[in-house]
């Protein structure tokens, strides 16, 4: 492929991997959890898997591929900043596309670089979802008040179904948005590995309506939305703020959150203290692309409230 040393990756490249990941982290920003080994291991150890190592053995470029549930071929990669520019991203869309058999390809991509960009469209491959990963270091939290009118309760058996309504009614203008049943929903809710029931907040009016909720998940805002009879009254800022406190009295350093990139919650954010940490996307084949997707079942995205 190029003047690397290729072979298939192993359970043992692990932490050669991760290393790989923090430096693609670093230089270009993304999903954090990427250099963690259980989402390498998804990622990487898959059924066809390749790795480049340089003189000193160290593993600076990798590929994966694999079939997804929905029956797509799927690739990842990842090329280390200092090796860059030398046709090892070019060698590894290669041999994903040789895997593949002629099937349209789609590329998961969990860090991205301008690089990154610049090969997925010389080869054919279209962003269809995109979204901003985003920090908040929690030196520095605003006050924002509960609007009057409503009170907020933690998720429970009681409130889940509220949570769900909350959700549908704040995403269901979006483009693309995906009516997701209620016990499908919750249950990939409460699958979170770091799921805070207690910290994740449901408001209500004084109607016991739902006006907005928020998820937390470890210190990820993972989800976050306001009905649209509620919007414009600030009521998403402080479900944000009062879960950046929350984080930080339980001994968070930082919080986390993404937003689709053309969501305008992200000025919200971003007055809220959060700053841009880099992109995370999927790309498809051209010949394949379907209407951009806005919505997921459980996003990490906002509405502006």
Not at 84 to 101: D, F, I, M, T, Y
Not at 141 to 152: D, F, H, S
Request: hydrophobic share 40%.
């Amino acid at each position: 492929m190029s003047a690397l040393e290729w072979s298939r990756l192993s359970e043992s490249d692990l932490p050669q991997l991760g290393s790989l990941a923090r430096a693609c982290l670093k230089r270009d920003g993304g999903l954090p959890q990427l250099a963690e080994e259980p989402v390498l291991a998804r990622l990487f150890l898959t059924d066809a898997t390749i790795g480049g190592r340089d003189e000193t053995g160290d593993l600076v470029a990798v590929a994966s591929l694999w079939w997804d549930a929905q029956g797509r071929r799927t690739a990842t990669g990842l090329v280390h900043p200092s090796v860059r520019h030398q046709g090892h991203g070019e060698a590894l869309v290669a041999w994903a596309r040789e895997r593949s058999g002629g099937v349209p390809l789609r590329v998961v991509a969990e860090t991205m670089s301008l690089e990154a960009e610049e090969l997925y469209a010389a080869n054919g491959l279209s962003r269809t979802w995109a979204e901003t990963v985003m920090r908040h270091r929690l030196r520095r939290i605003p006050v924002v008040p509960l609007p009057a009118g409503i009170r907020t309760v933690p998720f429970d058996d009681a409130t889940a179904e509220g949570f769900h309504t909350a959700y549908r009614l704040s995403f269901a203008e979006r483009p693309g948005f995906v009516q997701v049943p209620a016990e499908q929903w919750l249950a990939q809710v409460r699958s979170g590995s770091g799921f805070r029931p207690r910290d994740s907040r449901l408001a209500l009016t004084t109607d016991d309506e739902p006006a907005g909720f928020v998820l937390l998940d470890e210190n990820w805002v993972e989800a976050v939305g306001v009905v649209p009879a509620w919007r414009g009254r600030r009521l998403g800022a402080h479900l944000v703020v009062r879960s950046l406190s929350v984080l930080s009295r339980t001994g968070s350093s930082e919080a986390w959150l993404s937003v689709n990139v053309d969501n305008p919650a992200r000025s919200l954010y971003e007055r809220l203290g959060f700053r841009a940490k880099g992109t995370r996307a999927r790309y498809e084949d051209r010949s394949e692309v379907p209407p951009p997707v806005h919505a997921r079942p459980v996003a990490r995205m906002g509405e502006d409230g």
